[in-house]
């Protein structure tokens, strides 16, 4: 077994395209999946681009026919639901393919006037909240591509609702890529303003262009079965210690109190994702890190006690 952070790239390969609701495979603090790992979107392909994002003051669009509700319900009529993530949003670990973006839209179109719903999920495996901002090698970001789909269809006068999960990958790479002697306080701190950074943009670009976004709440991925067996997880990440775990443990309520404070600057719902079933190993696919087709079920439903209150 190896020892030393810098030779556990094999490791990182290996564990990182399933892990932490967001594999990757090894890549530098800055870099992870290529365009292979995007998930496509049900109606709109995403093409490889420059991983420039697009910002909202470049694509927005006015007038009378854009619809939007703020901040509270979405206005009435035909739905575009665009998921922004990374492997939960995705639905790695799930054998019917839906994951809990899936059975959230399909919960949407069983509401009477709501039958047409357009699915976009940009969900991408290994993705932290800079890639989701700014795209990663040649996969543009998911966030220039959502806030175009969100101009166009609220131009087009439909709804917009848009789901963002993220951080579980800010979390796991900031301790496989810390310093072999433990990773310092200053390190998580600086993590913490960048997904606040990230998180803040990516709400702020949506909904100026015109969707009602709700936000999940990172869970504790220490209580995940291949985290919390720390033998588990050294056959995967050699280098993370039983002291990293529980620093994760902490790092996953700043982050939430994080999101819980960007929604309520921007006054947005949130989804605490927390719950049993992460635990729960009749919950969790064979890698004991993403949630089987019963976990996205237990998931999608946490999603779903909201967003039922917006349609």
Same mark, same amino acid.
């Given at each position: 077994m190896q020892n030393s952070r810098g030779m556990a790239t094999a490791a990182i390969i290996f564990l990182l395209v399933p892990l932490a609701g967001c594999g990757s495979s090894a890549r530098e603090r800055s870099t992870a999946t290529s365009a292979a790992s995007a998930s496509p979107t049900t109606d709109s392909a995403t093409e490889p681009s420059d991983s420039s994002a697009p910002s909202s003051t470049d694509s927005a669009t006015t007038g009378a026919t854009r619809s939007r509700a703020s901040g509270g319900e979405l206005a009435a009529g035909p739905v575009t639901y665009i998921a922004l993530g990374d492997s939960l949003t995705a639905g790695d670990g799930d054998d019917t393919y839906q994951g809990y973006v899936g059975l959230i839209a399909a919960a949407i179109g069983a509401v009477p006037g709501r039958e047409d719903v357009s699915l976009n999920n940009l969900g991408a495996s290994g993705w932290d909240s800079t890639m989701m901002v700014d795209g990663q090698d040649d996969a543009p970001g998911q966030l220039g591509q959502a806030v175009d789909l969100a101009n166009e269809a609220a131009a087009g006068g439909r709804a917009v609702l848009a789901t963002v999960l993220i951080g579980s990958n800010d979390m796991w790479y900031v301790y496989e890529y810390g310093p072999p002697e433990g990773t310092p306080a200053e390190n998580e701190d600086a993590a913490v303003e960048?997904?606040? %950074?990230?998180?803040?943009?990516? /709400?702020?670009?949506?909904? !100026?262009?015109? %969707? /009602?976004? *709700?936000?999940?709440?990172? !869970?504790?991925?220490?209580?995940?079965?291949? *985290? %919390?067996d720390i033998d588990r997880l050294h056959d995967f990440l050699p280098d993370v210690t039983a002291e990293e775990v529980q620093q994760m443990a902490v790092m996953a309520g700043r982050l939430d109190q994080v999101a819980e404070e960007i929604a309520a600057d921007h006054g947005v719902l949130t989804v605490d994702t927390n719950a049993p079933f992460w635990a729960d190993a009749g919950s969790m696919a064979d890698d004991g890190i993403h949630p089987n087709t019963a976990g996205y079920a237990d998931l999608a439903e946490l999603w779903l006690a909201t967003i039922r209150g917006l349609l």
């Open positions: 960048t997904y606040r %950074a990230n998180l803040d943009r990516t /709400v702020q670009e949506l909904t !100026d262009a015109g %969707a /009602v976004v *709700v936000i999940g709440l990172p !869970d504790d991925q220490s209580l995940r079965p291949s *985290v %919390a």
